[in-house]
């Protein structure tokens, strides 16, 4: 059974910035798609960014050109690099497989002061 950890979060100020981690253990991430998703206080969980097998990556317009996902298989973790982050980004984050979702780990908690 994978199990997730994700690391990194924190309170920083708008225009900021935080290096999100996500540690897997029990699955080797190697060859899945991996996403990084979001859910705010009273909204859905939502996927704001993917990174394929071979490292292709994708983001929602919401973060595109602010947010980066990168992965290291060796360590068998994924990372999210968050730049200019706004009080809208506020969420707790997770990781999960992309296309089979498992159960979801703690999360790290993002919260960006204005």
């Known amino acids: 059974q994978v199990q997730f950890v994700e690391s990194g979060g924190g309170l920083v100020q708008a225009g900021g910035s935080l290096r999100l981690s996500c540690a897997a253990s029990?699955?080797?991430?190697?060859?899945?798609?991996i996403g990084w998703y979001r859910q705010a206080p009273g909204k859905q969980r939502e996927l704001v960014a993917a990174i394929s097998s071979g490292g292709a990556t994708n983001y929602a317009d919401s973060v595109k050109g602010r947010f980066t996902m990168s992965r290291d298989n060796a360590k068998n973790t994924v990372y999210l690099q968050m730049n200019g982050l706004r009080p809208e980004d506020t969420a707790v984050y997770h990781c999960?497989?992309?296309?089979?979702?498992?159960?979801w780990g703690q999360g790290t908690q993002v919260t960006v002061s204005s």
């Open positions: 999960n497989f992309q296309y089979v979702v498992r159960p």
């Open positions: 029990g699955s080797t991430l190697r060859f899945k798609a």
